[in-house]
């Protein structure tokens, strides 16, 4: 069964960058569109960030012109960086794939936090 795990985040200061990875296990990740959610307190997990298994890419109105999603089918892994970070950026940060297919479980997720 394939499963998340993700890494990076922290601290980040406004207007700073958030990095942060995922890896996936599993032989089918490069057969896969994958992407990023982020959960912020007390709310559903949301789709920022997708990319396509050719490559392609589509980000929600709140990242747009400022994040990158790409990813390395060699390393099963998928990454995500957003410029220019805001506080509202603070939230928990997971991979899954697109659509979530809901037999695989979330990963642990990273926290980012963004403040001064």
């Known amino acids: 069964q394939m499963r998340f795990v993700e890494t990076g985040g922290g601290l980040v200061q406004p207007g700073g960058t958030l990095r942060v990875s995922c890896v996936a296990s599993g032989s089918v990740f490069r057969y896969l569109d994958v992407g990023w959610y982020r959960q912020f307190p007390g709310k559903e997990r949301e789709l920022i960030a997708t990319v396509r298994t050719h490559g392609s890419t589509v980000y929600s109105d709140a990242l747009a012109g400022r994040a990158t999603i790409s990813r390395d089918n060699s390393k099963s892994e998928v990454y995500l960086q957003v410029n220019k970070v805001k506080p509202e950026d603070t939230a928990v940060y997971y991979c899954?794939?697109?659509?979530?297919?809901?037999?695989?479980?979330w990963g642990p997720g990273t926290q980012v936090t963004v403040s001064s």
């Open positions: 899954h794939t697109v659509p979530r297919r809901r037999a695989l479980p």
